[in-house]
């Protein structure tokens, strides 16, 4: 019997007679844990940042913002988040990253794997790196596990060198934005289109700053995919 990855209950599905005929994808967390979660409609968005707002809007004052910065305003394409980072979901990423549960992975790889296609042609996946010694604690990189989940192809092309003593988590818009630019790479890219992959999309800092090294290095376009904004 399938169980959800969160709650561990059993997973129970009503048969209709369309499942004789098209059997449906199984799920991965049950219908409570599932209502937890709040999906973002693209409909009503920041085109760029995924920001939920009340109509659809080209940029919210976040991006305005960022399009005058002298180095990051235009590196950026555009960010697609699945999910408001509400106190459900805060629970599953702790769970995730903090408490070393794998298997929450899981929860994302499908509707991930979803939003990667809808995001078609590109050249590469890449996940944000960990500091290498933040990976040996965690035991895995989290953003790795979520393309692993949805069985996609990733490269590692991205390094991170910034202090791993020092949360991102942590800190305040401000000291994201002051912050150095912690991402390197030694490949060149011959413009491709890229998609970074994160769990969370906060400030928008760090997908900037690996987005500006990649753009550096040669890609032509490089949007991101979050599991919450």
Request: glycine share 4%.
């Amino acid at each position: 019997m399938n169980r959800c990855l969160s709650c561990h209950e059993p997973i129970l599905m009503e048969i209709s007679w369309s499942d004789l005929f098209t059997p449906r994808k199984q799920t991965s967390l049950c219908s409570e844990c599932m209502s937890l979660l709040q999906v973002i409609r693209h409909d009503s968005i920041c085109t760029i940042c995924s920001r939920p707002l009340a109509e659809q809007t080209f940029s919210c004052k976040d991006c305005l913002k960022w399009a005058e910065h002298p180095v990051y305003s235009s590196v950026l394409h555009q960010n697609r988040s699945l999910y408001i980072y509400n106190e459900g979901l805060k629970e599953l990423i702790k769970r995730f990253k903090y408490d070393r549960d794998y298997a929450i992975a899981g929860c994302f790889g499908a509707p991930l794997a979803e939003v990667v296609k809808s995001m078609m042609p590109y050249d590469c996946l890449l996940p944000i790196p960990l500091h290498e010694s933040k990976k040996i604690d965690r035991t895995f990189n989290q953003t790795e596990a979520l393309l692993e989940s949805a069985n996609l192809p990733y490269r590692t092309s991205l390094s991170r060198m910034d202090n791993p003593a020092v949360s991102q988590a942590k800190k305040g818009k401000q000291d994201r934005h002051a912050a150095s630019n912690p991402f390197c790479t030694a490949e060149t890219f011959h413009n491709e289109s890229i998609i970074l992959i994160d769990d969370l999309y906060t400030t928008g800092t760090t997908i900037r700053h690996a987005a500006h090294i990649l753009k550096e290095a040669g890609a032509e376009k490089v949007s991101s995919i979050t599991i919450g904004r």
